[in-house]
């Protein structure tokens, strides 16, 4: 029996794939503009990314297991709104005011987990109620109307910076290296790829299913509500329409990142990436000045290059 060895270049390339995508686009762009490579730039980039990259990082949990979460950009909106009307409205100090939308944001990532566990509802079905439910929330909550702030102490976990770097920024740094080390060094981060993988395997492994999925959504509901307080910070308001249509870019982070859509397959490192690209892209888009109706296909085809070119790469092994 012959064993077929590995070619190390083609081996290189299947797994760094999406980073010499995101590099070649990078090139591409900064041949296109002269702006685009350079410090300026690439940190807004990375802080036009954050929000994104935050609450991708969370759906990375959810799809890892097999699963999908349609409800972060309704929790976004709904701790943005809470994190800025408790300090107007309510007359809450800053932090505890934070404290309270994060409060929500869990408490709504539970509740899709519940739905999923014990309502026995597909995660779709489940997330995309609690994505109504959500954006019906904030609504109530706001009126309709934005909610101006501008408290410096909170404003400043949006538009600050530690160093050179933006806040938001180095927010996203320590999430990265959380969620890093948990699905990397710890068996949870064990148990949810075990799922992911095969979910009867690992329940007869002795792992407790239940607990994990709740886990995850919970997870998933923190970091869309972190950064839904950061995006008011940002905005120096909340507005009850902000993050809409957020959820398909936090799915196509993960994806294009090599996160498999079934489950047990990708990286937090790759979702980085993958957001990294849609932030690259959008920012060289603007800075080209091409029209935002352009921009739209020229994603949807970036996108769908993106990953015909992982997919053709891990295929080669």
């Not at 934070?98 to 739905?115: T, Y």
């Not at 919970?218 to 509500?225: E, L, P």
């Not at 993958?274 to 800075?287: C, E, H, K, S, V």
Request: proline share 3%; net charge positive.
């Amino acid at each position: 029996m012959t064993i077929k060895k590995l070619n190390p270049l083609a081996e290189i390339l299947r797994r760094f794939s999406v980073l010499f995508i995101l590099i070649g686009l990078c090139l591409l762009l900064s041949l296109l503009s002269k702006r685009f490579l350079t410090f300026s730039n690439l940190l807004n980039v990375a802080l036009q990314t954050s929000i994104v990259a935050i609450t991708a990082i969370g759906m990375t949990f959810a799809i890892l297991t097999g699963g999908i979460d349609l409800s972060v950009g309704s929790i976004v909106a709904l701790a943005s709104a809470l994190s800025a009307g408790l300090i107007v409205k309510q007359g809450l100090p800053t932090y505890p005011a934070m404290g309270l939308a994060l409060v929500v944001g869990v408490s709504l990532g539970a509740v899709n987990g519940l739905l999923i566990v014990k309502g026995h509802l597909p995660p779709f079905v489940a997330t995309l109620a609690m994505m109504a439910a959500g954006r019906g929330l904030t609504l109530v909550y706001t009126r309709g109307w934005t909610i101006p702030i501008m408290v410096e102490e909170f404003t400043f976990w949006g538009t600050g910076n530690l160093g050179p770097f933006p806040v938001p920024v180095v927010i996203l740094t320590i999430i990265f290296v959380i969620a890093y080390l948990t699905l990397n060094y710890t068996r949870f981060g064990l148990y949810v790829y075990a799922i992911g993988g095969n979910e009867e395997a690992a329940r007869l492994a002795g792992v407790n299913i239940d607990l994990i999925k709740m886990a995850v959504y919970t997870i998933s509901g923190f970091t869309a509500a972190l950064a839904g307080i950061i995006t008011a910070a940002r905005l120096w308001s909340a507005q009850p329409n902000v993050a809409a249509g957020l959820e398909l870019d936090a799915i196509a982070g993960p994806v294009l990142g090599g996160t498999s859509l079934f489950g047990g397959v990708g990286s937090v490192g790759g979702t980085i990436v993958g957001t990294l690209i849609i932030g690259a892209l959008n920012n060289g888009l603007n800075l080209l000045e091409i029209s935002s109706y352009y921009q739209k296909i020229i994603k949807g085809i970036a996108f769908i290059l993106a990953v015909v070119l992982d997919v053709y790469t891990k295929k080669r092994r």
